[in-house]
């Protein structure tokens, strides 16, 4: 394999990582919804605050060191739109996370402290954050397509 190849791949296996288990929480959160279950959501939401800062945002920042990376060794233009879509698509994620996800993850955790798992406030913020993170997913779904067609190429 050639430096570019190991490059690409380490930026690939770190895009499956992130958003492939963003895909993941969707379908447990969708499971986990559908059961009414309060305890089991609030379960899930700090299993997936965990995930987050511990897998999901290093994943993205060693994603985005190799694609840098790569596309240096390879000369790329990173004028090229579906470069420009990947770091779109990158701040986005990390605005989001930094601006909305995390503060209300922290807000979350002190409604349950102070009224419960069985909160009505907690299970509102719950769902917020999986309908934000939800679009963001979407997003990212986006520019995985955009980069692997590399659009306007």
Same mark, same amino acid.
């Given at each position: 394999?050639?430096?570019? +190849?190991?490059?690409?791949?380490?930026?690939?296996?770190?895009?499956?990582?992130w =958003?492939g288990g963003?895909?993941?929480?969707?379908?447990?959160? %969708?499971?986990? &919804?559908?059961?009414d279950?309060?305890?089991?959501?609030? &379960?899930?939401?700090?299993?997936?605050?965990w995930?987050?800062?511990r897998v999901?945002?290093?994943? /993205?920042?060693?994603? &985005?060191?190799?694609?840098?990376?790569?596309a /240096?060794?390879?000369?790329?233009? %990173?004028g090229?739109?579906?470069?420009?879509?990947? %770091?779109? #698509?990158?701040?986005? /994620?990390?605005?989001?996370?930094?601006?909305f996800? #995390?503060?209300?993850?922290g807000?979350?955790?002190? =409604?349950? +402290?102070?009224?419960? +798992? +069985?909160?009505?406030?907690?299970?509102?913020?719950?769902r917020?954050?999986?309908? =934000?993170?939800?679009?963001?997913?979407?997003? &990212?779904?986006?520019?995985?397509?955009?980069?692997?067609?590399?659009w306007g190429?």
């Amino acid at each position: 394999m050639s430096k570019y +190849e190991i490059l690409v791949a380490i930026h690939v296996l770190m895009a499956v990582v992130w =958003v492939g288990g963003n895909v993941m929480i969707q379908i447990l959160a %969708f499971r986990t &919804l559908r059961a009414d279950d309060s305890h089991q959501l609030v &379960l899930l939401s700090r299993n997936i605050e965990w995930v987050g800062t511990r897998v999901f945002m290093p994943a /993205s920042v060693i994603l &985005l060191i190799f694609g840098i990376w790569a596309a /240096s060794d390879a000369n790329l233009d %990173f004028g090229s739109p579906w470069i420009t879509l990947g %770091f779109v #698509g990158f701040l986005a /994620s990390f605005l989001v996370g930094m601006g909305f996800l #995390g503060p209300q993850s922290g807000k979350l955790a002190k =409604v349950i +402290e102070a009224e419960g +798992e +069985e909160s009505p406030a907690a299970a509102a913020i719950i769902r917020r954050l999986l309908s =934000v993170s939800r679009a963001e997913l979407v997003l &990212l779904l986006v520019v995985v397509v955009a980069m692997v067609g590399k659009w306007g190429a």
